[in-house]
């Protein structure tokens, strides 16, 4: 080998533990929320943090997302939505960024989940994402977050009597504005 090949050897070694030993955006799911019911489908919308470590805002190609059913044993888990959302914006530099991702699942998926929810009356759920963001010199990077969670559905008589908490609020605000008079 000429010296040529080894100085192009040596400088690639070096450039390639440089970035990977390069700081990278990191990301969490800090809370998943049903957003709303319809009879259609249900709306869930993660609220992401990903940290920006660089001085200059990285764009954010694409989130991918899916949405499988949780069950007891792995073969019996489904996806019941995916998707992806096409560039939903940028991370600001030097910072932390909260990034809303809804996904919907459809109805048609909801009636397959009779199972589970006939159990114990919740939807058990895993939300996959893959943030998808251009870092300069190395291009594409994933970045892959998972969480499980359970939406405890309400039953009728939930519906029929609402929420108590709202109430006790309402009252202890009329009985405060009584006061006031």
Known sequence: MDLVDKAKNYVSEKVAEKVANMEKPEATIMDVEVKKI???SISYHAK???SNPYHVPIPIMEIAY???SAASTLSDCRIVASGTIPDPGSLKEKSTTLVDVPAKV???SIVSLVRDI????DIDYTLELGFIIDLPVIGNYTIPLTYSGEY???????LWRGDNAEEDKEG???KEDKEKK
Request: no cysteine; aromatic share 8%; charged share 25%.
């Open 118 to 121: 006939a159990a114990d009356w």
């Open 48 to 50: 992401v943090s990903v």
């Open 66 to 68: 899916v949405v499988k």
């Open 106 to 108: 459809p109805h048609n």
């Open 152 to 158: 405890k559905l309400p039953t009728l008589s939930d």
């Open 172 to 174: 202890h605000e009329k």
């Open 38 to 40: 319809s009879f259609d």
